[in-house]
């Protein structure tokens, strides 16, 4: 069974389109959820920690939520540039210090 | 350095063979993590370092995979008699303190032939 969750699978927007991707988890004991961009033949860039339900951070068009089940990436106005795989990852007790990834949300944002 | 830094960017070897994967962390950051991407897959734990030791080795697949860290610095994952399988991208992180943001190098690309 997935512990991590992340749909769609992909997503394809118009520029100026607004959205949101969605993680959802079921591990027990959550210390963070954490959310990465990667961009084609390179390595995961770090966005967002968030620690507790209600948690909210923001970067540029990009905002992070956080509830007991699940996390939201919202993502305001995309231009092409925000195109890239966007990856969800937990920190949980029973798992010690590693990530537990998804799959990943293939956003695609066309002009 | 700036980043997180991995050498070789890419390596295609012969099933069979042997391979070593070298990871540079942050200067400065205790710990440092070995994930594995497989084409159209997510990432895969392997192993984290915490200083020099490695008190969770469970995601290494096989006895072929061991890894090392010295000076707690430098890493080294080693892949023994290759398996097409293990054709794949290994990742490496590091963090500066446990169960906050890890920060990725850029890859090596492994090919088995």
């Known amino acids: 069974e997935d512990q991590v969750t992340q749909s769609p699978e992909a997503l394809r927007l118009q520029e100026g389109e607004s959205s949101s991707l969605n993680c959802s988890y079921t591990?027990?004991?959550?210390?963070?959820l954490f959310w990465y961009r990667q961009d084609p033949g390179k390595g995961p860039e770090f966005l967002f920690t968030l620690y507790s339900a209600g948690e909210e951070k923001e970067k540029e068009r990009l905002k992070a939520t956080l509830t007991k089940k699940e996390s939201f990436l919202h993502i305001t106005a995309p231009k092409p540039e925000d195109s890239a795989t966007y990856l969800c990852?937990?920190?949980?007790?029973?798992?010690?210090?590693?990530?537990?990834f998804g799959a990943g949300t293939i956003l695609r944002v066309k002009s | 350095g700036a980043g997180v830094s991995q050498s070789p960017s890419n390596k295609v070897t012969e099933k069979g063979k042997d391979v070593e994967l070298r990871c540079d962390p942050i200067s400065g950051h205790t710990a440092l993590y070995w994930y594995r991407q497989r084409l159209g897959q997510g990432l895969e734990f392997l192993i984290y370092f915490q200083g020099n030791s490695a008190p969770d080795k469970s995601g290494l697949p096989s006895d072929r995979f061991s890894a090392e860290r010295t000076g707690e610095s430098v890493s080294t994952l080693t892949i023994q008699r290759t398996q097409q399988e293990d054709s794949a991208v290994y990742l490496c992180a590091s963090s500066w303190a446990l169960f906050i943001e890890q920060f990725f190098g850029p890859g090596t690309r492994l090919t088995v032939l």
């Open positions: 591990v027990s004991g959550l210390r963070g």
């Open positions: 990852a937990v920190q949980a007790w029973e798992y010690g210090n590693k990530l537990v």
